[in-house]
C-alpha cells in the first residue's frame, strides 16, 4: 500500500514495517546490553506506544516487567498548556530501574512531564525508548536514551499512532501529503 486515505486526509508510505523491526531491534539490543542486571519496569504510554512496545518486548530477553500509562487532561493549566496527569500506574517504583515506551516525541513537553510525574514516585532512574524523535520540533530539555528512528517535522501516522483516532492499525507508517 503506497498511498492511504485516513478521514480527510491523504497518506504516503514513509517507513515500511521491515525498516521499523529493524530498528527496534536495535534498540532492543542497546536495552538488553544496559539494563541486563537492572530488572527494569517497562511504562508503556497508551494509546500511540501499544504496538511499539509489543515489538519492542518481543525483542527483550532480560528479566522486565511491563505496565501501561495514560494521560489524562488535569483541570489546571501551565505555561506550557494542558498538564495531563499520568493514570493507571499499579506498581511500586520506588527504587526501581524505569524505562518510558513512548510512540513520539515532538515539542518534548509530554515526555517531560511524564518523567516528572514518575521521578516524584522515588524510582532509582528514568529512561526513556521512543519509536520516533522530531529533533527539529524539540522546545525543551530533554534527553532520549533510546531512539528507534529521528524524522522530520511532518506529521506522520500508522504503527500506533493516529489522526483523530484512525490509522493506529497500519503496519507501515505514512506521511502526510500536503
Ligand atoms: P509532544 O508533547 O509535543 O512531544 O507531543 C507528543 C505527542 O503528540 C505524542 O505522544 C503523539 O500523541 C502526538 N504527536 C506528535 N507528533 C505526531 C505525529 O506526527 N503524528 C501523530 N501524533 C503525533
Ligand atoms: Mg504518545
Known amino acids: 500500500m503506497e498511498n492511504v486515505k485516513i478521514k480527510d486526509k491523504e497518506f504516503?508510505?514513509?517507513?515500511?514495517?521491515?525498516?521499523?523491526?529493524?530498528?527496534?531491534?536495535?534498540?532492543?539490543?542497546?536495552?538488553n546490553r544496559d539494563l541486563a542486571d537492572k530488572n527494569p519496569l517497562f511504562v508503556c504510554v497508551l494509546n500511540g506506544a501499544f504496538m511499539f512496545a509489543a515489538d519492542?518486548?518481543?525483542?527483550?530477553?532480560?528479566?522486565?516487567?511491563?505496565?501501561?500509562?495514560?494521560?489524562?487532561?488535569?483541570?489546571?493549566?501551565?505555561?506550557?498548556?494542558?498538564?495531563?496527569e499520568l493514570i493507571g500506574l499499579q506498581e511500586d517504583i520506588e527504587g526501581r530501574s524505569v524505562v518510558i515506551v513512548e510512540d513520539i516525541v515532538d515539542t518534548g513537553h509530554t515526555m517531560v512531564s511524564v518523567i516528572e510525574q514518575l521521578k516524584q514516585k522515588n524510582p532509582s532512574d528514568v529512561r526513556v525508548a521512543?519509536?520516533?524523535?522530531?529533533?527539529?520540533?524539540?522546545?525543551?530539555?530533554?534527553?532520549?536514551?533510546?531512539?528507534?528512528?529521528?524524522?522530520?517535522?511532518?506529521?506522520?501516522?500508522?504503527?500506533?499512532?493516529?489522526?483523530?483516532?484512525?490509522?493506529?492499525?497500519?503496519?507501515?507508517?505514512?506521511k502526510i501529503v500536503d
Do not use: W
Not at 508510505?13 to 536495552?31: C, D, H, N, T, W
Not at 488535569?74 to 494542558?82: E, I, L, M, P, V
Open 12 to 31: 504516503a508510505l514513509f517507513i515500511p514495517e521491515a525498516k521499523i523491526l529493524e530498528q527496534i531491534g536495535r534498540v532492543a539490543e542497546e536495552i
Open 56 to 84: 519492542l518486548m518481543k525483542r527483550v530477553d532480560i528479566p522486565s516487567e511491563i505496565s501501561f500509562v495514560k494521560l489524562s487532561s488535569y483541570k489546571g493549566t501551565t505555561s506550557t498548556g494542558k498538564l495531563k
Open 130 to 174: 521512543t519509536l520516533l524523535y522530531k529533533p527539529n520540533a524539540l522546545k525543551v530539555e530533554l534527553k532520549l536514551e533510546y531512539v528507534a528512528m529521528e524524522i522530520p517535522n511532518d506529521f506522520i501516522l500508522g504503527y500506533g499512532l493516529d489522526y483523530d483516532g484512525y490509522g493506529r492499525n497500519l503496519s507501515d507508517i505514512y
